[in-house]
């Protein structure tokens, strides 16, 4: 098995090194594992591509190079430049230092990654792990993502695949506990944190100027029942099918209505 790795987090990133000892897990001792990993910290781009620059690629040790781009990047230049021609049987993009539950699925170049792997028709699967009170300050805030990684990924990759014009990837998500207080898996959907987003919060520097950053909103917000953050914070694993078709297919027919 060749296993294509990427994240968003950089090439030097602790999640990365467990997606490592995951994916070597899975693909076994005849198995290969590739890493492609930005250069530098990407978190929040989402699904974005270099369209307009070109990127640098520096080979690190074998089997192991850092981009100067997005985990999507990543994943186009693992399949069409370094893999160029040969197989890849699986993507994983992670694992994320933080949650990508909920409507964080929108920002998360996490999620793009494997979004990118599914649009090159390889099964893809996105993991972060869901930091709390009970495991951020652990020596290995991964634990939970190492403990119960490879067995997630297993149960995936045995599943039939689901036909259609955009392939399936999955986002997986570990609960913020340590490893023996997981309580299991469970398939959920995209949840929505109530009254939660992000927001701007100014500042001045030194010199007088003002500077906006980015603020997140309160990751401890229950989500309904069935939701992935909802089950996160109930102690486990969830398991989210996704597709990149954007079309609320809910809304067609009323809308077909009202167009006539």
């Known amino acids: 098995m060749r296993i294509l790795l990427t994240n968003d987090d950089g090439i030097n990133a602790p999640g990365l090194a467990a997606l490592e000892e995951i994916a070597a897990e899975i693909a076994g001792p005849g198995g290969e594992v590739w890493t492609v990993a930005p250069a530098f910290e990407q978190s929040g781009v989402g699904h974005c591509i270099s369209y307009t620059r070109p990127m640098m690629v520096s080979e690190l040790a074998p089997r192991r190079y850092a981009a100067e781009g ?46 990118e792997g599914a649009l090159q028709d390889i099964p893809s699967i996105a993991l972060s792990q869901y930091l709390g009170p009970e495991n951020i ?43 023996a207080k997981v309580k299991g898996i469970r398939a959920t959907v995209q949840g ?60 067609l027919t009323d809308l077909e209505a009202a167009l006539g």
Do not use: K
Not at 233 to 249: C, F, I, K, N, Q
């Open 70 to 115: 997005s985990p999507a990047d990543c994943v186009l230049v693992g399949v069409h430049d370094i893999l160029r021609g040969q197989d890849i049987d699986l993507v994983l993009s992670g694992v994320n230092r933080g949650n990508n539950s909920a409507e964080n699925v929108l920002y998360s170049g996490t999620l793009g990654g494997a979004m």
């Open 137 to 179: 300050h652990e020596p290995d805030m991964f634990e939970a993502a190492r403990a119960h990684g490879a067995d997630t990924i297993r149960r995936l990759m045995d599943l039939p695949r689901s036909d259609g014009p955009y392939r399936l990837f999955w986002n997986v998500n570990f609960p913020p506990v340590p490893a």
């Open 192 to 251: 929505r944190r109530p009254e939660t987003g992000f927001s701007v919060e100014p500042q001045l520097s030194p010199a007088g100027r003002r500077f906006l950053w980015i603020r997140g909103g309160d990751q401890r917000r229950a989500t309904a029942p069935g939701s992935d953050a909802q089950a996160n914070l109930e102690g486990y694993v969830s398991v989210t099918p996704m597709r990149a078709d954007l079309t609320a297919h809910d809304a």
